[in-house]
């Protein structure tokens, strides 16, 4: 879940590293907007939700795709992680995970 200038809208995390995230949507957002996510790391389903705060560093859509093999979407930049996650949500957890999920 997402909330970008007041509107709750939906997208599919397709990449995850230490610093953000790359949201496949069909919203039109602007870059540098600011964002609230909140997710879950996939495989660990104990884990409690993470809410977080970020800003969209770039956007992918037809006539400007910055990266060619990506759906449409944006790249936001993590700025905060606050709420319940945050005790769990540790980086050598989230380098620990992305480095999994690189392996697949």
Do not use: C
Not at 15 to 39: K, N, P
């Amino acid at each position: 879940m997402m909330e970008i200038a007041g509107s709750s809208i939906s997208g599919v995390v397709e990449e995850i590293s230490q610093h953000g995230l790359y949201i496949a949507t069909d919203f039109e957002a602007l870059v540098e907007s600011g964002v609230f996510l909140r997710f879950r790391l996939p495989e660990k389903t104990d884990n409690p939700w993470i809410t977080a705060k970020g800003r969209i560093a770039w956007i992918n859509r037809d006539g400007s795709l910055t990266k060619v093999h990506q759906p449409t979407g944006f790249g936001v930049n993590i700025l905060e992680i606050t709420g319940e996650g945050l005790a769990i949500l540790r980086k050598n957890e989230i380098r620990e995970f992305v480095e999994t999920y690189r392996k697949k």
